[in-house]
T-cell receptor, first 114, second 115 residues
Framework: DTAVSQTPKYLVTQMGNDKSIKCEQN?????MYWYKQDSKKFLKIMFS???????INETVPNRFSPKSPDKAHLNLHINSLELGDSAVYFC?????????????FGPGTRLLVL | AQSVTQLGSHVSVSEGALVLLRCNYS??????LFWYVQYPNQGLQLLLK??????LVKGINGFEAEFKKSETSFHLTTPSAHMSDAAEYFC?????????????FGKGTKLSVKP
């Protein structure tokens, strides 16, 4: 019954490694987002896809690459992880990007880079 | 550019007391405003949203917020705090830029409730 799910929930890894976070929504939404929450709890948009097309690409290092194989999935791949990448990453979805329908958030993936 | 400012990074109240969490917005167009709550180690849950209908918006868990254009505010209140209300609260405005639609968040206010 989970609307927006993310895997894994926790991720501990070494600097320099490559890792992926997966997100799936079963709400039939067209738009999905990745937000980053830093250690001070500040939330900021990273990427957004609408119907599998990238519509938001904020100033994020090229090491971060989103991939949307279909409307229900938006994965985040991170190359050459750095200490500063440690954060909580939230996936979200909404019906479409232009309405004010609610954005539903996943439980978050807590990434710790050692 | 749109933004929201939450005054007070930490608010502490006694159980049963009134809760007031402040949010002011900046927007060149009529804003769409949201309050989300984040319980410890969990995701974000929508409390309520303002979408230019009624200015007084009622949400879940006994919370409500009033949109005041003259004060550019959207403060969140509940008349009686419960221990279970202890969490981080985020005010957000929807990005009006083109087809983007992402949320722009304030820095959050941590609510503590004392017994």
């Amino acid at each position: 019954d989970t609307a927006v799910s993310q895997t894994p929930k926790y991720l501990v890894t070494q600097m320099g490694n490559d890792k992926s976070i997966k997100c799936e929504q079963n709400l039939g939404h067209d738009t999905m987002y990745w937000y980053k929450q830093d250690s001070k709890k500040f939330l900021k948009i990273m990427f957004s896809y609408n119907n599998k097309e990238l519509i938001i690409n904020e100033t994020v290092p090229n090491r971060f690459s989103p991939k949307s194989p279909d409307k229900a999935h938006l994965n985040l791949h991170i190359n050459s992880l750095e200490l500063g990448d440690s954060a909580v990453y939230f996936c979200a979805s909404s019906q479409d990007p232009t309405s004010v329908k609610t954005q539903y958030f996943g439980p978050g993936t807590r990434l710790l880079v050692l | 550019a749109q933004s929201v400012t939450q005054l007070g990074s930490h608010v502490s109240v006694s159980e049963g007391a009134l809760v007031l969490l402040r949010c002011n917005y900046s927007s060149s167009v009529p804003p769409y405003l949201f309050w989300y709550v984040q319980y410890p180690n969990q995701g974000l849950q929508l409390l309520l949203k303002y979408t230019s209908a009624a200015t007084l918006v009622k949400g879940i868990n006994g919370f409500e917020a009033e949109f005041k254009k003259s004060e550019t505010s959207f403060h969140l209140t509940t008349p009686s705090a419960h221990m279970s209300d202890a969490a981080e609260y985020f005010c957000a405005v929807r990005n009006y830029g083109g087809s983007q639609g992402n949320l722009i968040f304030g820095k959050g206010t941590k609510l503590s409730v004392k017994p």
